[in-house]
């Protein structure tokens, strides 16, 4: 029998087998079972799949270790479970980080919809990432949208990651986020750059 997996769109996925011209595997993920002789039936080596938290597609790939513990994943996941106001999160362990997905606004959208459907739909945006760093400590992370500064950029960095998780965490669906700023700088002062439709645009210095 096929190995499948299914993601939180109950979508159903099997992993296909080609060899290469030199000889080698590579796998390709397919939604259809129609041809079982060419999908594989166990696990290789070495491999897992893999759900993007953002959009739920699934990859078939190399598994990616990480040096964040079972123990700090499970902090980061107990503060999660207090927070008053997030009710639906994803946790992403990457090679060296975890990284806070939470489900997008859709109340008035989901009020119309059957669950499944909505499911389907359902997105999760990225809102904070703590990063471990190589004495063990680790980086309280936003991103940020500002062209000069694009990217993920450290609010604080402390050894104690049930701290950053307390302070922070609350904060990773409200805009109160964007009031941290980059560890030991301070934020660049905003100025009035123009109007659109009447409505005043600012920048950054």
């Not at 959009?55 to 980061?76: G, P, Q, W």
């Not at 499944?116 to 936003?142: I, P, S, T, V």
């Not at 104690?160 to 700023?181: G, I, N, R, T």
């Amino acid at each position: 029998m096929p190995i499948s997996y299914e993601n939180r769109k109950g979508e159903k996925h099997y992993v296909k087998a080609v060899k290469t011209k030199k000889g080698g595997t590579r796998y390709y993920i397919v939604k259809n079972n129609r041809n079982p002789v060419e999908l594989i039936g166990e696990i290789p080596q070495g491999f897992e799949f893999y759900e993007f938290p953002f959009d739920a597609l699934v990859a078939f790939r190399k598994i990616v270790k990480s040096n964040v513990t079972d123990e700090e994943f499970s902090i980061l996941d107990s503060v999660m479970k207090r927070h008053k106001t997030v009710n639906e999160y994803i946790i992403d362990k990457e090679e060296n980080a975890l990284v806070l997905y939470i489900s997008g606004d859709y109340d008035e959208i989901h009020a119309f919809l059957k669950d499944e459907d909505f499911r389907k739909m359902q997105q999760y945006d990225e809102k904070l990432r703590f990063e471990k760093n190589k004495n063990g400590g680790f980086h309280a992370q936003r991103f940020c949208f500002i062209s000069k500064y694009y990217g993920w950029i450290t609010m604080e960095t402390c050894d104690d990651l049930k701290y950053l998780a307390e302070k922070y965490c609350p904060h990773a669906d409200k805009e109160s986020l964007l009031e941290f700023w980059i560890e030991g700088e301070e934020e660049p002062e905003t100025v009035l750059v123009g109007e659109v439709s009447g409505i005043p645009v600012y920048g950054y210095k």
